[in-house]
């Protein structure tokens, strides 16, 4: 089982109960210990924040925070056949599957028996489609995107995109997908809740843009095509290709051109 990260125990608990076991934890060692060495840590650790962010602020070390941003404007479109990026945009149907999990159980939280059933199942499926993306038309997906909207709700989701319908209903049929779904639909998991979405979007009727922004949604999608399955069959090492591009021209100025519906030029503004 893989190691959860701390934002699960971040969302597992609110902030005033975080502070309160910090608070706790503290006054536990100022009992037992030497109050300068309780400090001493607690004030370098600080320190150090501070000299660095100053450092930062004023050029002196490079700022991390930027080394997966993509300066400018980018784009992300599904790929040809042969791995390319086609030189009209949105020119293919996508599929968008919205997947979501919640947490009700207010007591052990993410750490609910059911819960963590429920996500050991979601792992396997996702590296099922991971290892066969060209089988399931499956293009790639977001990493998970955790509640912020209610305090506590142990809500997690994730966006996935898909080549067709069929190709998400094949998946459906799947053995990794079917001894999950077996699973929650016989069982009494009050403790968990599952929900999705399906969006059958016509080529046309969607586009992206992206701003100085870290490749997220179909801009990190690993997307397979199929010249490489063919290698991956022959026993050959073959790449996944990136859709995303620089939106540059008028092909890719507004959202309309994008969707090819402009009308007139007056419409064709950056955005």
């Given at each position: ?5 701390y ?42 924040l ?18 997966r ?67 399931w038309g ?10 912020t909207d ?26 990794a ?33 992206y ?12 997307q ?11 026993g050959?090492?073959?790449p996944?290709?990136s859709?995303?591009m ?11 051109s ?9 419409e064709?503004?950056n955005?």
């Open positions: 089982m893989a190691p959860m990260p934002q699960i125990l971040r969302d597992d608990f609110k902030l005033s109960t975080l502070l309160y076991m910090g608070a706790f934890i503290q006054a536990v060692l100022f009992l037992i210990a030497p109050h300068r060495i309780v400090a001493m840590p607690v004030i370098l650790t600080l320190a150090g501070v000299t660095k962010n100053i450092l930062i602020r004023f050029g002196f070390i490079r700022d991390p925070s930027f080394d941003v993509y300066v400018g404007r980018t784009t992300a479109q599904i790929v040809n056949d042969d791995g390319s990026v086609p030189e009209n945009g949105c020119d293919k149907e996508i599929v968008v599957f919205l997947l979501g999990s919640c947490t009700n159980n207010a007591i052990d939280g993410r750490f609910d028996s059911d819960t963590l059933e429920v996500r050991d199942m979601f792992g396997d499926m996702w590296k099922e489609l991971s290892d066969n993306r060209e089988k499956f293009i790639g997906k977001t990493g998970t995107l955790l509640s209610v305090e506590n709700t142990n809500s997690a989701a994730w966006i996935s995109y898909w080549r067709s319908l069929e190709h998400l209903q094949a998946f459906a049929q799947a053995e997908h079917q001894k999950g779904l077996n699973w929650y639909m016989k069982g009494k998991h009050p403790s968990v809740g599952i929900m999705h979405e399906t969006y059958v979007v016509p080529a046309g009727n969607w586009e992206t843009i701003h100085n922004f870290v490749p997220f949604g179909l801009g990190q999608a690993k397979p095509f199929k010249e490489a399955d063919s290698m991956r069959k022959k050959m090492r073959a996944h290709a859709g995303l620089e939106a540059k021209g008028p092909t890719w100025k507004s959202m309309k994008r969707m090819k519906k402009l009308t007139t030029e007056k064709a503004h955005d």
